[in-house]
């Protein structure tokens, strides 16, 4: 039999036992062990694609290390080694591609919005949303929609490098020689704003200035030159939806995308207002000399075009002033009377990569190179909108014309999906595209080709209305 006093030793020692289960597990988890030091030195890798005027997607980031070492006190110091690549997309992308499989990849990459999908499916890149969290006092001020275009499957998987517009540009030349008053062409981007002009009206406007000799005969409206986001603008612009909220499966509209094939038949061969070599046109010998010099009736194109052109077409002609005397702009006309105008944006993102070692120094460099001060010296040097709520205040960006007067274009933007499988969808509806613009196929044929290979090809991802 226990004495008294051994009993009462194991009673308060089963009493302090259950006192401190139990405050273990009011406590949670118990805490980490803190992070390894950093070491003296990190060296970031970051690969971007960019043009002559585009550099600052690179050079920023190196900036950045300079603000990011400052920071750190002196403890550590970030050396950037950035690659400004002007390679194509596709080769830029392929190269990315091979770099992560065989894990030899940057720890900071830059690409579009879309390849969120495909490269977080994959492993390539980490999702964000822990670090988007922890320094939200940066974070926040990244104006709220664009925050769309970098979820795929409930996370974020990138932070908006720059973003811009793709507007319908017209010559104020040739309206000028059709007839129309400095007001009527002063008041074309409200009447496209309003509705009252429409893709109808843009077809009818283009074929009269080739009957009456304004432009050359298939120079009344010019298309984009390649496969790309922008033809999207005018699948909208008929009421076409490209994703679900609800599920993330990809939609094909019939009714919408028989009105778009309708729409570019007619461009292509019954008005004839767009020439048919247009499509595959060399941007530097054709398309971008053609535009500038006023000579083409109506193109949709995108604003960081502009920069390209004051620079590298028309600076002996007067650079951007000249663009203003030659070039109106607006958004893609309504597809009726009354109805909303659209444009598309195709964010450009930061992603870290998976195989980096020192991510969160990554995610600091690239919040870094998100300044107001910093990122509007590639909105205006490149033609780019900004990202952050603070920035169309600041006083380089708020005295830039082009970009002010676009910028409420992102009030009736859409974006491409971020699906996995959109290129299968894109690869798809293009090539029904070229043959419609070549008379090759009619409307209706062309929708029966997109159904039957989009079922054959992609099956349940695909919601048919």
Same mark, same amino acid.
């Given at each position: ?178 007839? @129309?008053?400095? *007001? &009527? ?7 496209? #704003?309003? %509705?009252?002009?429409? =893709?109808? /009206?843009? $077809? ?99 604003? @960081?075009?502009? *920069? &390209? ?7 002996? #002609?007067? %650079?951007?002033?000249? =663009?203003? /005397?030659? $070039? ?138």
């Amino acid at each position: 039999m226990l004495s008294y006093k051994r009993w009462f030793i194991l009673v308060a020692l089963a009493i302090t036992t259950i006192l401190i289960v139990s405050a273990c597990a009011s406590a949670g988890p118990a805490a980490a062990p803190p992070a390894a030091e950093l070491p003296a030195n990190i060296t970031i890798t970051v690969w971007v694609q960019a043009n002559q005027v585009e550099e600052y997607r690179g050079k920023n980031i190196v900036t950045a290390a300079e603000r990011l070492n400052k920071e750190l006190g002196g403890k550590t110091t970030v050396k950037v080694e950035a690659n400004i690549d002007s390679a194509g997309w596709a080769d830029y992308k392929k190269k990315a591609l091979l770099a992560f499989e065989a894990k030899t990849g940057p720890d900071i990459i830059l690409s579009g919005h879309e390849d969120g999908a495909n490269w977080g499916d994959n492993g390539y890149i980490l999702p964000l949303d822990d670090l988007i969290k922890k320094y939200s006092s940066v974070t926040d001020n990244i104006i709220p929609a664009l925050w769309k275009s970098t979820e795929y499957q409930g996370k974020r998987w990138s932070i908006p490098q720059d973003t811009e517009a793709r507007p319908m540009f017209w010559s104020k030349v040739a309206l000028k020689k059709l007839g @129309w008053s400095d *007001a &009527d062409i002063n008041g074309l981007p409200d009447k496209v #704003k309003s %509705g009252q002009f429409t =893709l109808q /009206d843009l $077809l009818e406007t283009a074929k009269q200035m080739q009957d009456k000799g304004v432009v050359e005969k298939g120079n009344g409206f010019w298309t984009r030159w390649g496969q790309g986001n922008d033809w999207y603008e005018f699948y909208y612009s008929f009421g076409g939806e490209l994703q679900d909220p609800a599920t993330g499966k990809l939609i094909m509209s019939k009714d919408a995308w028989t009105k778009y094939y309708q729409f570019f038949y007619d461009a292509f061969n019954t008005y004839a207002v767009s020439r048919k070599d247009c499509i595959g046109a060399s941007t530097s010998k054709v398309v971008y000399p053609g535009v500038t010099s006023g000579n083409i009736g109506f193109y949709f194109g995108g604003i @960081w075009q502009w *920069a &390209d052109w004051a620079t590298n077409f028309v600076a002996d #002609k007067g %650079g951007e002033k000249y =663009l203003f /005397d030659t $070039l109106g702009y607006g958004l893609i006309p309504a597809s009726t009377k009354g109805g909303k105008p659209t444009t598309v944006t195709h964010p450009l993102v930061y992603m870290v990569s998976s195989q980096s070692k020192y991510p969160e120094i990554a995610f600091r460099l690239i919040m870094l190179a998100s300044a107001d001060d910093l990122n509007t010296l590639h909105a205006i040097g490149s033609s780019h909108l900004a990202i952050n709520k603070t920035q169309s205040n600041f006083p380089a960006y708020a005295n830039a014309k082009f970009l002010q007067s676009t910028t409420y274009m992102l009030d009736y933007t859409k974006f491409i999906p971020n699906h996995s499988k959109f290129s299968i969808y894109d690869n798809i509806t293009w090539k029904a595209l070229t043959a419609v613009a070549a008379g090759e196929m009619k409307p209706d044929q062309a929708v029966k080709l997109v159904e039957d290979e989009l079922k054959a090809q992609m099956g349940n991802d695909v919601i048919f209305k």
